[in-house]
């Protein structure tokens, strides 16, 4: 699997899966009827790091982010936010993304990674603290899922080499 830099033109290709799993509202705080306009400014801003893996065949098979959790005497704190194509889980894409992205903050100078709102019922939470990321705090009953009801909100934290 090839793990790159996005480009612009890669947008198309992401925008499938993002709108999939967003409309879904199991695992992303952001509005499910967000436009495509609004999701590209969201996932392709300037301020992040995007990338995404291909599988042999060219296909984009997931996507991910790198940026600054916070700014100023904290910028060295970084977020990342993952999506793998519903079509291609159980795969290793998101492992593979997960294990790329965190070399790049440590390449990039982040000393940590946050997340900030990990649904509790998301399968990846399993992912995260495989990879050595720990929950610091649950808010309880803050994320409304669809089929669970009222689930938490998970901030996890890893610190980084």
């Not at 009827?33 to 990338?51: G, I, N």
């Not at 997931?62 to 291609?88: C, E, I, K, Q, W």
């Given at each position: 699997?090839?793990?790159?830099?996005?480009?612009?033109?890669?947008?198309?290709?992401?925008?499938?899966?993002?709108?999939?799993?967003?409309?879904?509202?199991?695992?992303?705080?952001?509005?499910?009827?967000?436009?495509?306009?609004?999701?590209?400014?969201?996932?392709?801003?300037?301020?992040?790091?995007?990338?995404?893996?291909?599988?042999?065949?060219g296909?984009?098979?997931?996507?991910?982010?790198?940026?600054?959790?916070?700014?100023?005497?904290?910028?060295?704190?970084?977020n990342?936010?993952?999506?793998?194509?519903?079509?291609?889980?159980?795969?290793?894409?998101?492992?593979?993304?997960?294990?790329?992205?965190?070399?790049?903050?440590?390449?990039?100078?982040?000393?940590?990674?946050?997340?900030?709102?990990?649904?509790?019922?998301?399968?990846?939470?399993?992912?995260?603290?495989?990879l050595?990321?720990?929950?610091?705090?649950?808010?309880?009953?803050?994320?409304?899922?669809?089929?669970?009801?009222?689930?938490?909100?998970?901030?996890?934290?890893?610190?980084?080499?």
């Amino acid at each position: 699997m090839l793990i790159r830099e996005a480009v612009t033109d890669d947008w198309p290709r992401i925008w499938p899966f993002w709108h999939r799993i967003v409309a879904a509202a199991e695992t992303y705080t952001w509005d499910p009827d967000t436009d495509e306009q609004a999701a590209r400014a969201l996932w392709m801003s300037p301020a992040k790091r995007v990338y995404v893996a291909e599988d042999p065949a060219g296909t984009v098979a997931g996507s991910a982010y790198l940026t600054a959790n916070y700014g100023g005497p904290a910028a060295h704190v970084a977020n990342a936010g993952f999506m793998v194509d519903p079509a291609r889980t159980g795969r290793g894409v998101g492992r593979a993304l997960a294990e790329h992205v965190l070399a790049e903050a440590v390449r990039h100078g982040y000393r940590a990674m946050v997340f900030n709102a990990v649904v509790e019922t998301n399968p990846a939470v399993r992912l995260w603290t495989s990879l050595g990321f720990t929950v610091l705090a649950t808010v309880p009953e803050a994320f409304d899922h669809p089929r669970h009801g009222p689930v938490g909100l998970h901030v996890m934290h890893k610190s980084l080499p």
